[in-house]
C-alpha cells in the first residue's frame, strides 16, 4: 500500500486481531491500523509480539501486543481485559488462527490431531468471542478467516478443510446470535504465501497447479485478504452479514 491513499475508516475504533504478529493476521492488523484504528496484536510467543508491535508503530500505528494462544482460556481472558484495560471497548474482532498439522487423511488422522483442528480452528473463535462479545456494542463487527479450502476440503488438508467449512456454519449462526448490534462476517482467503502455506507456494509444482485454478493467474498476497476484511468490519458493509467473501482469484467455490 506505499504510496496509495487510502481511507481512515476505523477512527476511533478498537480491533482486536488474533494471530497477527506475521502472515494475513499482521497485514490485517497493519491496515485497520493504517485506517485509525487502535490495534490489539497477539500470539504464542512474546519475541514475535515484541517485533510485531515495533513494527506497526513505525508505520505511525497505535498498537497493544499481548501473548495470546487462542486455545488458552487464560491467555484469551488476558487479551480481553487488557485491551478493556487500555481501550475500554471492542468495535472489531478478527478471529484469525488456525493450525494444520497433519497431511494424513481424514479417517487416518489421530484424534489428538483431530482435537487440535477442532480446539484451534473452531473452538477458539467461539471461546474469544464469548470474552469479547459483552464488549461489543451497537455497530461491533466480526470477521472470521476460513478458506477456499473450506469449500472443497482438498486431500492433502481434508481436515484442515473441513474445520474451514464449519466456521462458514459458524458465521451464518453467530450472525443471527449477535444482531442485531454486532454483524458476522467471513473471508475464504485462496493460496497466499505466508509461512502457513510454504508447503505449497515454496514447491514450484504445486504453485503453479494451484495459481492455474486461478482466474487472475496468480497467488494472493495478504494485503488482498487484509483489504477485503477492511470491508466486512468497515462500515461500508453496514449491511452485510452471516456472509463469506470468497477472496481467491476466481478459484471455484461455489456459484
Ligand atoms: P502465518 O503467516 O503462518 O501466520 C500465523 C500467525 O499465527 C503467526 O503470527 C503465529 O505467531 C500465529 N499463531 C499460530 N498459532 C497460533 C495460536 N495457536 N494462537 C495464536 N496465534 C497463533 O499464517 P497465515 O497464512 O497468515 O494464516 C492465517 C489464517 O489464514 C489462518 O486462519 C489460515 O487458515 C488462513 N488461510 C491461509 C491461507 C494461506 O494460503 N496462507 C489460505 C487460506 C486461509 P506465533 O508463532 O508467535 O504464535
Redesign the pocket.
Known amino acids: 500500500m506505499e504510496g496509495t491513499k487510502i481511507a481512515k475508516r476505523f477512527e476511533g475504533k478498537v480491533a482486536i486481531v488474533?494471530?497477527?504478529?506475521?502472515?494475513?493476521?499482521?497485514?490485517i492488523a497493519e491496515r485497520l491500523g493504517l485506517e485509525g484504528a487502535s490495534v490489539v496484536i497477539?500470539?504464542?510467543?512474546q519475541?514475535?509480539?515484541d517485533e510485531?508491535v515495533e513494527k506497526l508503530k513505525s508505520r505511525g500505528i497505535e498498537v497493544l501486543g499481548v501473548v495470546?494462544?487462542?486455545?488458552?482460556a487464560q491467555q484469551r481472558k488476558n487479551l480481553i481485559d487488557k485491551t478493556i484495560q487500555k481501550y475500554g471497548k471492542i468495535d472489531v474482532v478478527v478471529s484469525?488462527?488456525?493450525?494444520?498439522p497433519s497431511v494424513d487423511s481424514i479417517l487416518q488422522t489421530q484424534e489428538s490431531v483431530l482435537d487440535k483442528l477442532w480446539d484451534?480452528?473452531v473452538k477458539?473463535s467461539i471461546l474469544i468471542l464469548k470474552d469479547a462479545g459483552p464488549h461489543m456494542s451497537k455497530g461491533s463487527s466480526v470477521v472470521i478467516?476460513?478458506?477456499?479450502?473450506g469449500y472443497h476440503p482438498p486431500a492433502s488438508m481434508a481436515m484442515?478443510g473441513v474445520t474451514?467449512t464449519a466456521l462458514l456454519g459458524l458465521t451464518k449462526a453467530l450472525a443471527a446470535e449477535m444482531a442485531p448490534n454486532t454483524r458476522v462476517n467471513c473471508v475464504?482467503?485462496?493460496?497466499?504465501?505466508?509461512?502457513?502455506?510454504s508447503f505449497?507456494?515454496e514447491n514450484d509444482a504445486l504453485r503453479k497447479e494451484v495459481e492455474g485454478r486461478t482466474m487472475l493467474n496468480r497467488?494472493?498476497t495478504?494485503q488482498d485478504?487484509a483489504a477485503a476484511t477492511a470491508f466486512l468490519a468497515s462500515d461500508d458493509a453496514s449491511y452485510i452479514t452471516g456472509e463469506t467473501l470468497v477472496v481467491a482469484g476466481g478459484t471455484p467455490s461455489r456459484l
Open positions: 488474533t494471530a497477527s504478529t506475521q502472515g494475513i493476521g499482521f497485514t497477539s500470539s504464542r510467543k519475541k514475535n509480539v510485531a495470546c494462544h487462542v486455545s488458552n484469525n488462527a488456525a493450525t494444520n484451534i480452528n477458539s478467516i476460513s478458506s477456499i479450502a484442515y474451514k475464504a482467503p485462496g493460496f497466499v504465501p505466508t509461512h502457513f502455506a505449497i507456494t497467488l494472493g495478504t485478504m
